[in-house]
């Protein structure tokens, strides 16, 4: 860690596989107290048995638990990584269940933890709030948009907080990765085929390369704010998700 930043306790959020679980190793490389939070105790004992993490089992919507059981640690890292794309359809064929999933774990637990972890950064001059978005927030995409509205009202969000936060050194950073190797998609493509509609003979980025970029966002000197990046595959353009196969 650098010398100019005196952070030592992480949570990270969907923290049981993808983005989250790379986070949380890559944090713990980095010598930081991080705490795990997830759904699957399992995967969460499993990740602490190897990373030496401490696991908080809850889900994300459950805002009040979620907040009381960090209610005692001093937070100096948030990364809002827990995320669905529970369905993809045409809005007018969605199921309304779907509406409130994604907008509930997408942008309003967000918010909820932040809420909760955020007057402690305040008051000690020294945070970090990370989010992690999407390019289906920053551009349309077919059969996305109940997704897509979630992660845009997430990324207006940390714009807002940054204007909110001015002069207090917590910083806001928003990645937004493309197309990520991670069980995202794997409900809301039918028949399991998400492997095979999305990831044999592409080359998409992988949950490591997203913690890498958090990390180094993190490590750069307090003055220093990474406010929003992009990390697309090479084979990807942003707008309408097209990506080509990679053929040597």
């Known amino acids: 860690?650098?010398?100019?930043?005196?952070?030592r306790t992480a949570v990270v959020t969907g923290a049981t596989s993808g983005i989250g679980r790379a986070t949380v190793l890559r944090l713990?490389?980095?010598?930081?107290?991080?705490?795990?939070v997830?759904?699957?105790?399992?995967?969460?004992?499993?990740?602490?048995?190897?990373?030496?993490?401490k696991i908080v089992i809850a889900d994300v919507r459950d805002t009040a638990a979620l907040a009381a059981s960090l209610e005692d640690?001093?937070?100096d890292i948030l990364v809002n990584n827990a995320g669905i794309l529970s369905t993809r359809a045409a809005f007018h064929e969605i199921d309304p269940t779907e509406i409130d999933a994604m907008?509930?774990?997408?942008?309003?637990?967000?918010?909820?933890?932040?809420?909760?972890?955020?007057?402690?950064?305040?008051?000690?001059?020294?945070?970090?709030?990370?989010?992690?978005g999407s390019t289906g927030g920053q551009a349309a995409y077919p059969s996305m948009?109940?997704?897509?509205?979630?992660?845009?009202?997430?990324?207006?969000?940390?714009?807002?907080?940054?204007?909110?936060?001015?002069?207090?050194?917590?910083?806001v950073t928003e990645v937004v990765p493309?197309?990520?190797?991670?069980?995202?998609?794997?409900?809301?493509?039918?028949?399991?085929?998400a492997q095979a509609v999305l990831y044999d003979g592409y080359r998409p980025i992988q949950p490591e390369h997203i913690a890498t970029v958090i990390a180094n966002a993190i490590e750069l000197p307090v003055f220093v704010d990474v406010a929003r990046v992009e990390v697309l595959p090479t084979d990807q353009a942003a707008g309408g998700g097209q990506m080509v196969k990679f053929e040597q």
Do not use: W
């Open 38 to 53: 997830g759904r699957n105790a399992p995967a969460l004992e499993e990740l602490a048995s190897s990373s030496g993490a």
């Open 145 to 171: 948009s109940v997704y897509g509205a979630s992660k845009a009202g997430l990324s207006l969000f940390c714009d807002n907080l940054r204007c909110d936060l001015l002069g207090t050194s917590v910083r």
């Open 73 to 75: 640690i001093e937070v």
């Open 103 to 132: 907008i509930d774990i997408n942008l309003k637990a967000p918010m909820h933890l932040t809420r909760a972890v955020l007057p402690g950064m305040v008051a000690r001059k020294r945070g970090h709030l990370i989010f992690i």
């Open 28 to 36: 713990r490389q980095m010598e930081l107290d991080v705490y795990a």
């Open 178 to 193: 493309g197309r990520v190797q991670t069980g995202l998609y794997r409900t809301a493509i039918a028949g399991n085929q």
């Open 1 to 7: 860690m650098s010398d100019a930043i005196a952070y």
